[in-house]
């Protein structure tokens, strides 16, 4: 049996993952590469010698190091002593010959698909071996080993790459002409294909996009092409018997991959993304997706053009790639696997984009001396590439971290999830009591109001500028201990701190599952839903004090939380301090309460578990509430008023049917219900409208709503239902800068 594998060029993405997986599976590894630091860490030689390879039983190279003109000895001599294979014939002919394959192949979209479906048999008990062709944060690598009968491969068709492996399921996601440096043309790429479905074995299924259910997924990750994506690992998880709830569960929780729009840096209101895009279709599929999540910012692109040969044959298909950008900055042209070519030039790639302000650079150097210009105009910078686009991106996030407080162009539009409100003078992103503190230093020196802001999710900005310093404390570190004392910062996405403790099996906060904002935002109003408050299990806070200039704490008691508020709200502190971390105290139990009608039909068990329940109320919440990436709003815009018995007692006489919740002789009668008793629901006025799914919830309907037209509505609604219950409605959003 071969043991000893010996793997040249070990630094590589795909062939360190090969050489890990052969370890795990038992074999002796070594390695070399001409890098000192790889991915793989083990047993490597810096530079080339034959020396490497006497005791080798085989010799693995990548296929650009096997076909390379180039002569490495060692190379030479395996081929001629009949031990050498490229990784993907060592794969799929040595580590996967006992497993049951299945081969995520595709123009665009393989590495995305391929984690995702990897996920999928991973949380359904499957263990599989997993192979990715980009870096997967969960694993800290590109692959997966597992004991399970199942390996879940990425296909690539480069140099035929993929007809190494012989599979039980291939999921195809697209076709397209690619790698004109191999294939001449999309007929040869196809006859590649029917080749590769050819090598299918045992069941034989194939799945291709015309088995999309087309299927709507609440995703972690953006674009309309990571639906198409989900799509498929949807099919192929009802193929493998998983239940559409778990799968569903699954695809929905993957948090994706590096380099496929990857968030490195979110500061003075800049987002820098990192994207492996290089194929015109996948740079303007990965623009538009941006574009669709962002509908208002200013989004920058700095695009690296992914070889000279390639570029040549898809210079006209680069017209209107960049159309959902605002600028575009052409870098130097990446000499990938071919010859420098000196007619093919980022000005020829501007000028055949047609876009109208682009601009082609000549260096990294020119890139960044092109974005210092006017950095302050774009709050989205996208940088795309497959060669050392990665290492511009980087400068460009280390060129932000000196930029905090000249940003003027960000809008409460852009940072609200109402998508509304005028222009900010200012706006902070701070993690830390230093930067607080310069933050404060600043405002105070050129008296400007402080505003300081979480999620954006509870929030109608007006219309109006806002001449002051808009603050945002986004570190997001959750500490659980083991007896259930939580710390989580203020940045912390709440909804993630209740995913995380429920996996930990900590009960007392899973009624709150999917309450948008960040979990400094939750004691100000004293979040709540189906019988649960964050006071339940509240126990401390630390904040900033903006007059003190230090960090003081916060006692359950001094929080005097009511009903939907608490300190903070009540004598408007929320502006007076910035809340850095919460303590909460939970029980180690894997049950939980769940009272509410809307939740039984989703909780079939008497005594239901909290990741039941957190699943039932993550449920509840998709099919009754909006989606603020869909369609701008605030949640619920009003309170559940809370009446004595006396006026309780008057409209049970008027409204039999009257919902209510009783506690102490007070009667909490949901707004929701008063709205639709009124008729409100679904209903429309200019560009705003009631929601149709929950009458709680104003929506900006045409995305070009202004916060005078939602309070109007909002005012509307306070007179209308007074009149017909003798209820004064209190609104539950905060309105800023009226």
């Keep these: 049996m071969t043991k000893k594998i010996h793997f040249v060029g070990i630094g590589g993405s795909g062939i360190s ?16 590469d001409l890098e000192e630091n790889t991915a793989y860490s083990k047993n490597i030689y810096q530079g080339h010698d034959p020396g490497h390879i006497k005791n080798a039983d085989l010799v693995v190279s990548s296929p650009a190091l096997f076909f390379s003109k180039i002569k490495i000895e060692e190379i030479e001599m395996a081929r001629k002593d009949g031990k050498l294979m490229t990784w993907q014939e060592f794969l799929g002919k040595i580590l996967l010959k006992d497993k049951k394959v299945i081969c995520v192949a595709g123009t665009h979209g393989k590495s995305t698909t391929t984690a995702m479906a990897g996920k999928l048999l991973i949380d359904n008990g499957f263990d599989p071996i997993v192979m990715v062709g980009a870096f997967v944060p969960e694993w800290n690598g590109n692959s997966r080993f597992g004991n399970g009968e199942y390996a879940v ?22 076709i397209e002409f690619d790698h004109p440096d191999f294939f001449k043309n999309e007929e040869a790429v196809k006859e590649s294909f029917k080749k590769f479905v050819n090598n299918l074995k045992g069941q034989k299924i194939l799945i291709t996009e015309k ?5 709507k997924f609440n995703l972690k990750i ?12 949807f099919v192929l998880g009802r193929k493998l018997g998983i239940s559409d709830e778990n799968i569903v569960r699954s695809i929905e929780n993957f948090r994706g991959i590096g380099r496929r729009l990857e968030l490195i840096a979110d500061r003075s209101g800049i987002k820098v993304y990192d994207d492996y895009a290089h194929h015109p279709t996948a740079i303007k599929t990965t623009i538009d997706g941006l574009r669709e999540e962002y509908p208002k910012a200013k989004i920058l692109v700095i695009n690296e053009p ?4 390639r570029t040549k044959a898809f210079l006209d298909n680069y017209k209107g790639v960049f159309d ?3 600028k575009v900055i052409i870098g130097p042209i990446f000499k990938a696997r071919d010859e420098i070519d000196e007619s093919i030039t980022p000005e020829l790639v501007a000028k055949a984009s047609f876009h109208k302000n682009i601009i082609p650079a000549d260096s990294p150097n020119k890139i960044l001396e092109i974005y210092n210009l006017d950095f302050e105009i774009y709050n989205i910078v996208v940088v795309m590439g497959a060669g050392k686009s990665y290492l511009w991106a980087r400068k460009i996030a280390k060129a932000i971290s000196g930029q905090a407080g000249k940003i003027a162009t960000i809008k409460f539009s852009d940072i609200t999830s109402f998508r509304i409100g005028g222009e900010i003078k200012r706006y902070f992103e701070v993690k830390s009591e230093r930067e607080i503190g310069e933050v404060v230093k600043f405002a105070n020196q050129y008296n400007l109001p402080i505003f300081v802001i979480g999620d954006g999710t509870d929030i109608l900005a007006s219309d109006k500028n806002f001449d002051g310093v808009v603050v945002k404390y986004v570190d997001d570190n959750i500490s659980i201990e083991d007896n259930g004392s939580v710390v989580a910062d203020a940045g912390a996405n709440w909804d993630k701190l209740v995913e995380e403790v429920v996996a930990g099996g900590f009960q007392g906060i899973e009624n709150l599952s999917g309450i948008p904002g960040t979990v400094g935002a939750s004691p100000i109003q004293n979040i709540g ?3 649960t408050e964050l006071s339940d299990t509240f126990v401390s806070l630390e904040a900033f004090d903006l007059v003190k200039g230090k960090i003081v704490t916060f006692s359950k008691a001094d929080c005097a939380f009511g009903y939907r508020e608490s300190v903070f709200k009540k004598n408007s502190y929320w502006q007076k301090y910035i809340i850095t971390s919460v ?9 939980g309460t769940a009272n509410y009608e809307s939740l039984s039909k989703y909780i079939k068990s008497k005594k239901p578990t909290i990741q039941e329940i957190r699943e039932a109320v993550l449920k509840v919440r998709s099919e009754k509430l909006e989606n603020s990436k869909v369609v701008g709003n605030a949640g619920s815009f009003f309170k559940s008023p809370v009446v004595n018995e006396e006026v309780f007692d008057s409209l049970r006489k008027k409204f039999p049917d009257i919902k209510f919740y009783e506690s102490d002789k007070n009667f909490k009668v949901p707004a929701g219900w008063i709205l639709e008793k009124a008729g409100w629901k679904g209903k429309e006025y200019k560009n705003v409208a009631v929601s149709s799914k929950h009458a709680l919830i104003l929506i900006n309907k045409t995305g070009k709503a202004s916060a005078k037209e939602v309070y109007d509505l909002s005012q509307k609604i306070i007179d209308d239902v007074y009149n017909k219950f003798g209820i004064k409605l209190e609104r539950e959003v905060q309105l800023v800068n009226f």
Excluded: W
């Excluded at 491969?153 to 291939?170: Q, S």
């Design 222 to 233: 953006l674009g309309e092409h990571n639906q198409k994506n989900a799509n498929m690992v």
């Design 529 to 531: 839903a189906y019988g």
């Design 306 to 309: 992914h070889g000279y040969k």
């Design 583 to 591: 303590t909460l105290k939970l029980k180690q139990n894997k049950y």
């Design 153 to 174: 491969i990425e296909a690539d068709e480069f140099n035929n790459n993929f007809l190494h492996y012989y599979p039980d399921v291939i999921v195809i996601n697209n």
């Design 211 to 215: 088995d999309s259910l087309n299927k």
């Design 324 to 326: 959902s950008a605002d």
């Design 17 to 32: 993952g090969v050489a890990n997986l052969a370890r795990e599976m038992g074999y002796e590894v070594t390695g070399c």
